[in-house]
Structure formats: structure tokens, C-alpha cells
Nanobody, 134 residues
Framework: QVQLVESGGGSVQAGGSLRLSCTVSGYTPTNYCMGWLRQPPGKEREGVAAQYHGSSGDATYYTDSVKGRFTITHDSAKDTMYLEMVDLKPEDTATYYC?????????????????????????WGQGTQVTVSS
């Protein structure tokens, strides 16, 4: 069973920084498809960042609102995915989730076109809260 556990959330003032971590177990596919998604208060869950590593190469993806501020990385030796966040804004306030998909859901030809859609992912962490005050 795939298990994902997020940590690193907290409260920060606008302009501050946080690093979220996601420890991963039971996820050893040939092709690697993981992402960070968030759910703001009273709103639907949305994709933030995603990454692919596999037979078709490497790729990263970001929603427009976080480009230049957020960076997704993965440390295979530690089985941990990170989301580095700088210049945080009040609109970044949300519960942040890490997620993964495997098998047919991680074919590059499909994932390259649909990687920030929450419905893409099958395995989810419990979430970590990020609150940014103005």
C-alpha cells in the first residue's frame, strides 16, 4: 500500500518562506508521477506542482500562480518529496497535500497533458496546513 505523509506546514507572514516535506513508502514504479495540491478554505482542491521521472525523461509542472516562487524536488535516497515555497502570499493559504499515481495513470503521453488535475491522482497524504497572514 502506498503511504504519503506531509509535514512542514505552519503560519507565516506574507513574503515569508516554508518547505513542505512528503515522506513516501510503498511507491516504487518504473515511471514516477507525483505532485503537490492544495485546498483553500471554502474552495475546491487545485494542483500546485507536479513531477515526472521515467522512460520518457524528466519534467516538472507548476500552476501559473506559483511559478517563480515554488519549487518541487525529490530526494530518492530519503524517499522524500519537497515543495520549497518563497514569497508566500495570503492567497497561498490552504491545506497542502502530496499525491501520487502509477501504472496507466503515469504514462508520459497522458501525464504531460494532465498533471495538475486532482482527479489524476490515486494516492494521497493527510494534508498539512499553511496559513499566510497579510
Amino acid at each position: 500500500q502506498v503511504q504519503l505523509v506531509e509535514s512542514g506546514g505552519g503560519s507565516v507572514q506574507a513574503g515569508g518562506s516554508l518547505r513542505l516535506s512528503c515522506t513516501v513508502s510503498g511507491y516504487t514504479p518504473t515511471n514516477y508521477c507525483m505532485g503537490w495540491l492544495r485546498q483553500p478554505p471554502g474552495k475546491e482542491r487545485e494542483g500546485v506542482a507536479a513531477q515526472y521521472h521515467g522512460s520518457s525523461g524528466d519534467a516538472t509542472y507548476y500552476t501559473d500562480s506559483v511559478k517563480g516562487r515554488f519549487t518541487i524536488t525529490h530526494d530518492s535516497a530519503k524517499d522524500t518529496m519537497y515543495l520549497e515555497m518563497v514569497d508566500l502570499k495570503p492567497e497561498d493559504t490552504a491545506t497542502y497535500y502530496c499525491a501520487a499515481v502509477s501504472g496507466y495513470g503515469c504514462f508520459y503521453s497522458d501525464f504531460v497533458r494532465r498533471n495538475l488535475d486532482p482527479s489524476r491522482y490515486k494516492f494521497w497524504g493527510q494534508g498539512t496546513q499553511v496559513t499566510v497572514s497579510s
